[in-house]
């Protein structure tokens, strides 16, 4: 751009707003037809080694309030702790899926297989964890956490060990609730914050 740049201003933030469905979940958002699958429906296809769980959860705000317009993506490793095109890794396990909350409860549902453990390169290795992405109306940049299970060998876990603030750990444990079942809710303020982190 030739010139100066002094009668330029800058322009208003945006946050997700309603738009992040259209673009990111169209079946969701009432936009039907526009892929064959929508992106990011399953982690993993009907055959793929190891357990399946299921985890529900909600977005909740600092007043308790559950945001019914989050969107959550999730990555992880497969039963073993591969990741997809990882040499070895299953082939039917992709590692990727995209969840939107219920639009009337704000509750959300994550079916999936339960990961491995994943080596730290650092040496060792990850406790069996979900990293999640999420956003919605209201949140600017998308905020990033994890998931660990609370029935897994957590201790010695290289993330979990830096968190300078030991009484917020349990902010990223999901409770089991039954036989492949566990619940985790993310609060995005106030008590009992969920630790999230700068990626």
Not at 17 to 29: E, F, K, R, S, T
Not at 31 to 47: K, N
Not at 73 to 85: M, R, S
Request: with cysteine.
């Amino acid at each position: 751009m030739a010139g100066g740049r002094d009668n330029l201003r800058e322009s208003a933030s945006q946050t997700a707003g309603p738009y992040v469905h259209i673009g990111l979940a169209p079946g969701h958002a009432g936009l039907g037809g526009i892929y064959g699958v929508e992106p990011g429906r399953s982690t993993f296809e009907a055959g793929a080694a190891g357990e399946v769980v299921t985890i529900t959860g909600r977005v909740l705000d600092g007043t308790g309030w559950a945001l019914r317009d989050a969107l959550i993506e999730a990555w992880q490793a497969d039963a073993g702790g591969l990741y997809a095109g990882q040499a070895g890794a299953d082939p039917r396990v992709g590692g990727f899926a995209r969840i939107c909350a219920d639009a009337a409860t704000g509750e959300w549902t994550l079916r999936t297989i339960k990961p491995g453990r994943v080596p730290h390169p650092a040496g060792g290795t990850m406790a069996p964890h979900v990293a999640l992405w999420i956003v919605a109306r209201g949140i600017n940049v998308g905020l990033q956490t994890r998931l660990y299970f609370e029935d897994e060998r957590n201790e010695g876990d290289p993330v979990l060990a830096r968190i300078e603030h030991k009484h917020r750990v349990p902010t990223l444990i999901a409770t089991r609730t039954g036989p492949g079942a566990y619940r985790f809710d993310i609060r995005l303020q106030g008590e009992g914050e969920t630790v999230f982190f700068d990626m």
